[in-house]
């Protein structure tokens, strides 16, 4: 049970990242404050699963890592979408909303 | 395909920083570190500008941090693939942890190999000595017979031949059942003679074994007849004797040899190799019996038996029918059975006889020095894990899973112990081989000891404990680890349960050193007793040779005349040699062979007239004979109690037999205290007359003419049987051995003594030419080699557990810096922290002694049989064990406690 909640939960991350990459590159810790703020504070990302995340995703080839510099000119590690990445936000974005759907027929229909 | 499917590029690029990440992954730890600590710094920024003070920013940042939702523990680490990539990257790690840390790393390995290869080695003798099965068919069928009688206090006596005839005829459980008798012959075959251990068996024998000849055939049955139907002059020989002295001859078969200078025996077979029962026999005679019995083959409890039980027979059931048999016999023959039954033991454990127990308890006390080598490691191993906590929380942080971890340390333990036991078995190989050159060599079966398969699996095996238990305490030591340590300051980072599991494992340590530590005091204990036990002579200055004169040297007629004279001159020729004081003759040499026993009875006795023994079997008595010459007792220096001793006018003028009617004169007799104690628990020996049953050829009977003290003549650790003595000039019945004091030390005399002995007789085998201390001290061995070995195991056992006590208090030390300087800032005198410190590095070590002292009262018990004149209980060994153990404590604790001690206040306190 826990197993597929997490599973869930880790498929949105992903599409969260994605969907926020898709905008501009960002380090770990502004992406975890844009898809706070994105999301009116609902969400807050804890850094023991962004991380990960952002491993696995460049793993996949979704994500592109670099070290650069900030406007206050400290390093920092931006990741930037790729194009398979692209693609794939494109996928998992009708998924997520196929599903979403399905979940609400079946909400609404009860 | 527009999916969210990567293309063949991107996964190639996937792939090859998945691959980086593997190769460099110290890199890819760096890099993520840096990228963590940069996000704090902006998480403590933000929290900074919504308007709280630096220090709540940051605490608000860290536990942002470590609020990690419960399900990223089971995340997998995303760097992993599969599990054997796993493996091989936790090994990597292990590796690189280990040269990261080679002081740790060395002295773990260092532990674990002594642990290991103490263990491996132990079990090599154990397994072959006592675990494997012996090499003859169907082996746990096998037992050893025995005849004992609680009224005369006899346990375990040899058997009679009759008893031995009506077990084959009567017994229902037994299939069959043999005798066995061993001697040292003198065997002459293609001009050469050598002296060879010569067993005489019942035709039984071989095939209740189970083995084979490689050629020719083994001795006719006796077949339950009357008269056996085989002829007496057969010999059988064993494989090694056919190689080595008659070329593997395959034409063995029909040739004779020339036993004792005497008889000429017909070789008609050869063992199969390797065979050597009883007693490394090189050759066997026939020893047969058939129905038809003397009286006095009733009489004489001279044979060793054994028997296979029929298939399916349990060894109580065996006893039980035996017994019944013994009962029937009392019965029948009340003169030579009453009293007397049959008991049986299996013959694997007959043959070990007391070396079992002493082996086991040195294998559980080899075990205990591995177990305190695991804990020591393992508390070294915890101390680590500590110190990379943070190192540790970096992984957590980065959602590697409680598992995983788990997984990393104890493949790291694996990896130690794997070290360790490659260690362990070369360590176990040496030792081995060192152990069986200390070991005694009376020690049955040590010949079939082999580093073989078996013992290296054990090595595996107590390598993998060992691996389980050194990454097993490090992952419960740091169970609370979290993230939230990892930006702590370093030198604070440890958590609770790490100490405290440390605290558990030097406990352990301590308890485990207790117990080996008890165990080999109490065994030092009893060799100090058993060597510095009277015997009740004295060795020092003697020279013992014993002596084998063929028997072809005294032809018949008068042999007894002629050996008295032969001994008589040897002696005389002997006793001028420079330095020798005194020359005696004696039938056995002390602690070097079992004394004949006889019966003999008062003559007063009822029942008893000449040479017919009493009617009651509790009037017929048992003692130990021996012959002597008149200088025995002193030239031994075995003092007199009361009497007198033997002279050279107690000789009979014409010693050989007459026939039964002419009577005998009567002679003389001397007997030890313990005799006199048993017989005449009230009244006076001296002056008593006794019959002895296999004397009637020399003395009519006997008068009680003196009492000596008494000589522990069997073994050290027994005391003595009652004894009665003979004068040789009135019993020379059988051949002398020599003892000679000198002036001179006695293995200085030993060349020329032999010398002598040959330039006398050229047949006599001088090679039992030995200082009588050496007999006394190998009549030690065992004893001194167990409480040795124990000796040394405690020795390690302290050290190790020393060292765990010295880490765990130095651990103390490094992390209560700051707080002793406070103290000592705020007026604590050195001794008071030193005292500190100590009291609290010794919490665990009094904890194990506690616990530890339980268990040693138990393992106390367990060795029992092992004392000698010490009781399990004994006070002074277990307050001197605790007293040792925890002053070895001290010492470890005092050397960082002194350091912390030393602490400037001011100093402690500007590190942080």
């Not at chain 2, 003549?713 to 050290?716: C, K, L, M, Y």
């Given at each position: 049970m826990a197993r597929e909640q997490s599973d869930l939960l880790r498929g949105t991350l992903d599409l969260l990242i994605l969907r926020t990459l898709s905008a501009s590159p960002l380090h770990g810790w502004a992406l975890s404050q844009s898809i706070q703020q994105q999301s009116e504070n609902l969400l807050r990302v804890g850094q023991g699963s962004l991380y990960p995340a952002l491993q696995r995703l460049e793993q996949q080839g979704w994500i592109e890592s670099e070290w650069r510099t900030t406007d206050q000119n400290r390093p920092a590690k931006y990741y930037t979408l790729t194009a398979s990445g692209r693609r794939a936000l494109t996928t998992e974005t009708k998924n997520w909303r196929q599903y979403v759907r399905a979940v609400d027929l079946i909400l609404e229909g009860a | 395909m527009l999916d969210g499917r990567p293309t063949l590029g991107d996964r190639l690029r996937g792939a090859r920083r998945r691959l980086r990440a593997i190769l460099f992954r110290r890199a890819a730890d760096r890099d993520m570190s840096r990228e963590l600590a940069f996000h704090l710094e902006m998480e403590t920024e933000h929290n900074i500008r919504s308007g709280m003070e630096p220090g709540a920013a940051r605490r608000a940042a860290l536990l942002a941090f470590g609020g990690i939702s419960r399900f990223t523990e089971d995340v997998r680490d995303v760097r992993n693939v599969d599990w054997l990539e796993d493996l091989r990257q936790d090994l990597r790690q292990a590796i690189r942890a280990f040269r990261r840390a080679p002081a740790f790393t060395l002295a773990a390995i260092a532990a674990l190999s002594l642990g290991i290869g103490a263990n491996t080695a132990v079990f090599a003798v154990v397994h072959a000595v006592v675990l494997a099965p012996l090499p003859y068919s169907e082996p746990e069928r096998l037992v050893r017979l025995w005849e004992s009688n609680a009224g005369q206090r006899i346990e375990r006596s040899t058997v009679s031949p009759g008893t031995f005839v009506d077990l084959r005829e009567r017994s229902r459980t037994l299939e069959s059942v043999a005798l066995l008798g061993w001697r040292t012959m003198l065997l002459s075959a293609g001009g050469e003679s050598w002296e060879v251990g010569a067993a005489a068996v019942s035709p039984a024998f071989f095939d209740l074994l189970g083995v084979r000849t490689v050629v020719g055939t083994t001795f006719e049955p006796e077949d339950g007849k009357a008269k056996w139907a085989g002829t007496f002059d057969e010999v059988v020989i064993s494989h090694r004797v056919w190689r080595e002295r008659f070329g593997s001859d395959p034409g063995i078969v029909g040739r004779t040899v020339l036993m004792d200078y005497q008889w000429t025996y017909t070789i008609i077979g050869v063992m199969q190799p390797?065979?050597?029962f009883p007693d490394n026999a090189e050759i066997w005679v026939p020893l047969v019996y058939g129905r038809a019995l003397s009286p006095n083959e009733r009489q004489y409890r001279y044979y060793d038996a054994i028997g296979r039980m029929r298939p399916g027979v349990t060894l109580a059931q065996a006893t039980q029918d035996a017994a019944t048999i013994a009962s029937r016999l009392e019965a029948e023959h009340p003169a030579s059975n009453a009293g007397w039954t049959l008991h049986m033991a299996p013959l694997d454990r007959a043959i070990l006889g007391n070396t079992r127990p002493a082996l086991l308890v040195l294998l559980g006390l080899a075990g205990c020095v591995m177990l305190i080598a695991c804990g020591n490691v393992a508390t070294l191993a915890v101390a680590r894990a500590t110190a990379r906590q943070h190192e540790t929380a970096v992984r957590v942080a980065l959602g590697a899973g409680r598992r995983r971890l788990l997984r990393q340390w104890t493949t790291e333990g694996l990896a130690l112990a794997a070290l360790g036991g490659a260690g362990g078995v070369a360590v176990g190989y040496w030792s081995a081989e060192l152990l069986l050159a200390i070991a005694p060599t009376d020690i049955p079966r040590l010949d079939e000891v082999a580093f073989d398969g078996t013992v290296v699996l054990s090595a595996l095996l107590a390598t993998g404990v060992a691996g389980v238990l050194v990454g097993l305490a490090p992952a419960l030591g740091a169970r609370d680890t979290t993230a939230l340590h990892a930006m702590r300051s370093r030198t604070d980072a440890t958590s609770l349960a790490a100490s405290r599991t440390r605290e558990w494992l030097v406990g352990a340590q301590v308890a485990l050193t207790l117990v080996l530590t008890v165990a080999s005091v109490l065994l030092l204990r009893s060799f100090e007793r058993l060597r510095t036990t009277d015997l009740g002579f004295r060795s020092e200055g003697v020279l013992s040779a014993e002596l084998k004169v063929p028997g072809g040297r005294f032809p018949a007629p008068n042999r007894w005349t002629k050996r008295l004279d032969y001994f008589d001159r040897l002696i005389a020729d002997v006793g001028r040699l420079p330095g020798v004081r005194s020359v005696a003759g004696t039938t056995t040499i002390p602690l070097t062979a079992d004394v004949g026993s006889g019966s003999l009875w008062r003559t007063d006795a009822p029942g008893a007239k000449g040479q017919q023994p009493p009617t009651s079997a509790a009037d017929q008595w048992r003692a130990a004979i021996q012959v002597v010459t008149p200088a025995y007792f002193e030239t031994m220096a075995i003092p007199l109690a009361r009497g007198r001793g033997f002279d050279p006018a107690d000789r009979f003028a014409n010693v050989e037999p007459t026939d039964d009617e002419r009577p005998r004169p009567p002679g003389v007799a001397i007997i030890n205290e313990a005799m006199a104690r048993r017989f005449w628990p009230n009244g006076d020996p001296l002056g008593t007359t006794v019959s002895l049953l296999d004397d009637r050829s020399f003395a009519s009977y006997r008068t009680i003419v003196g009492v000596v003290r008494d000589v522990r003549?069997?073994?050290?650790n027994e005391t003595a049987e009652p004894t009665i003595y003979l004068p040789f000039g009135q019993h020379p019945g059988r051949g002398l051995s020599l003892v000679v004091r000198s002036s001179l030390p006695a293995a200085q005399l030993v060349s020329s003594v032999r010398d002598r002995l040959r330039a006398f007789d050229a047949a006599i085998s001088g090679s039992g030419v030995t200082p009588l201390n050496a007999i006394v001290g190998r009549a030690l061995a065992k004893p001194r080699f167990t409480a040795a070995l124990a000796g040394s195991f405690a020795t390690l056992a302290l050290v190790i557990a020393g060292i765990g006590v010295f880490g765990i208090v130095g651990f103390l030390v490094a992390r209560r810096t700051r707080e002793i300087g406070i103290r000592v800032a705020l007026g604590a005198r050195p001794s008071s922290v030193l005292w500190l410190v100590i009291r609290e590095g010794l919490r665990p070590v009094l904890l194990g002694v506690a616990v530890g002292g339980i268990a040693a009262v138990g393992t106390a018990f367990a060795i029992r049989a092992l004392l000698?004149?010490?009781?399990?209980?004994d006070p002074a060994s277990f307050i001197g064990a605790a007293a040792l153990l925890v002053a070895t404590s001290v010492l470890a604790a005092a050397l960082p406690a002194k350091r912390a001690a030393g602490v400037d206040p001011l100093e402690s306190l500007r590190r942080d």
């Open positions: - | 390797a065979f050597a003549a069997a073994s050290v000698y004149d010490v009781a399990p209980l």
